[in-house]
């Protein structure tokens, strides 16, 4: 694939919104097919997900019910310090991308740019 130098064996995907995670599922097993996928829908379950088996990356949302992605990311940087993590929104402000930055992120991809953007962003984090 173009620009993506590692291929992650496994991935965590954490979004609230059950028809985006969906998609996103959808198009992550047809982008990266040999990708283990988890999913996660807020903060508690991506920690247990973690717990169980460290992903390669996390796909983080910024809206999340309970904790945003911003203080997310944070706090599983905290008790996850080598699984990078790259925030995915909508919304794709520089001051977003530069809290994004700050709380740990490994990366920012925003949702419009996902198709062209994210697997790049894996290749280089990896």
């Known amino acids: 694939m173009p620009g993506l130098?590692?291929?992650?064996?496994?991935?965590?995907?954490?979004e609230g919104h059950d028809e985006m995670r969906e998609a996103l599922r959808d198009w992550l097993h047809l982008s990266?097919?040999?990708?283990?996928?988890?999913?996660a829908r807020n903060l508690q379950e991506a920690l247990d997900h973690a717990a169980?088996?460290?992903?390669?990356?996390?796909?983080?949302?910024v809206e999340l019910p309970?904790?945003?992605?911003?203080?997310?990311?944070?706090?599983?940087?905290?008790?996850?310090p080598s699984c990078p993590v790259v925030i995915m929104s909508v919304n794709d402000s520089e001051a977003l991308?530069?809290?994004?930055?700050?709380?740990?992120?490994?990366?920012?991809?925003?949702?419009?740019?996902?198709?062209h953007g994210l697997l790049p962003v894996l290749g280089r984090i990896l």
């Open 5 to 14: 130098n590692a291929i992650p064996n496994s991935i965590l995907l954490v």
């Open 32 to 39: 990266l097919d040999s990708a283990q996928l988890r999913e």
């Open 52 to 61: 169980q088996a460290m992903p390669d990356v996390v796909l983080m949302n």
């Open 66 to 80: 309970g904790l945003n992605g911003i203080e997310a990311t944070r706090e599983l940087r905290r008790r996850c």
């Open 97 to 115: 991308r530069s809290a994004a930055l700050g709380a740990g992120a490994a990366a920012f991809v925003s949702k419009r740019e996902l198709p």
